[in-house]
């Protein structure tokens, strides 16, 4: 059974902190890291996608990974309330197929 | 371009009851895919289809779930009958299928079962 672990929090930050988001996951296979925002009462949306170890920037966001420890994690820089949301971690494995398994997510607010 | 397409948006319904949900995908996606997401949890893949042909369906409960996309365009889901645990929102989610991972998230069904 793959899983993918993630702290349900709220994690609270102050505006303008890093917001710090981690993820574990059990198959050593896996291949593609992917971070969701999901906003309550609304559909998940793609933020970043990794798929090398290392780290991966886009704008405010920093996705990192480490395949050797099994992490990926997500990095909010200058974080604002409108970041307030869920963040779910989801892994795909090898393979030709594409069947993500997600974690439970991560709440995070962001207060002014 | 527009989105993926759901409806309807909330269905309320008794147990033991039929219920049936349906998506439109974005033009051009050939892959789809179901997902049920619990309060609280993360989307479970229920089932994934690349035209109109099942890839993946280890995970739909088959005794009282069922899915079909048959021209390779809308699909639909449909449980019968309806259990308390089948409450949840009921997400479908389409790729191009070429070349991305890149999923795009309808807005959802909300499903209630008294």
């Known amino acids: 059974q793959k899983e993918v672990e993630q702290n349900s929090g709220p994690l609270s930050v102050p505006e303008g902190a890093i917001a710090s988001l981690n993820c574990t996951y059990s198959?050593?296979?896996?291949?593609?890291f992917f971070w969701y925002r999901q906003y309550s009462g609304k559909s998940p949306e793609l933020i970043m996608s990794?798929?090398?170890?290392g780290d991966k920037e886009d704008g405010r966001f920093t996705a990192q990974l480490n395949k050797a420890s099994q992490y990926v994690s997500l990095l909010i820089r200058d974080s604002q309330p409108s970041d307030s949301a869920t963040y779910l971690c989801?892994?795909?494995?090898?393979?030709?197929?594409?069947?993500?398994?997600f974690g439970r997510g991560t709440s995070l607010i962001v207060h002014p | 371009e527009a989105g993926v397409a759901q409806s309807p948006r909330y269905k309320i319904i008794e147990k033991r009851q039929s219920v049936a949900f349906w998506c439109n995908p974005i033009s051009g996606h050939a892959t789809l895919y179901w997902y049920q997401q619990i309060l609280g949890q993360g989307p479970k893949l229920l089932i994934q289809f690349q035209n109109n042909g099942v890839v993946d369906d280890s995970q739909l409960p088959k005794d009282r779930f069922s899915a079909e996309r048959l021209k390779g365009v809308d699909s639909t889901l449909k449980i019968q009958p309806a259990k308390l645990e089948d409450s949840a929102v009921y997400l479908c989610?389409?790729?191009?299928?070429?070349?991305?991972?890149?999923?795009?998230f309808g807005p959802g069904t909300r499903l209630t079962v008294l």
């Open positions: 989801a892994v795909k494995g090898g393979g030709g197929s594409y069947i993500p398994t």
């Open positions: 990794i798929y090398s170890n």
């Open positions: 989610a389409t790729r191009t299928g070429v070349g991305t991972d890149t999923q795009y």
């Open positions: 198959d050593r296979g896996s291949q593609s």
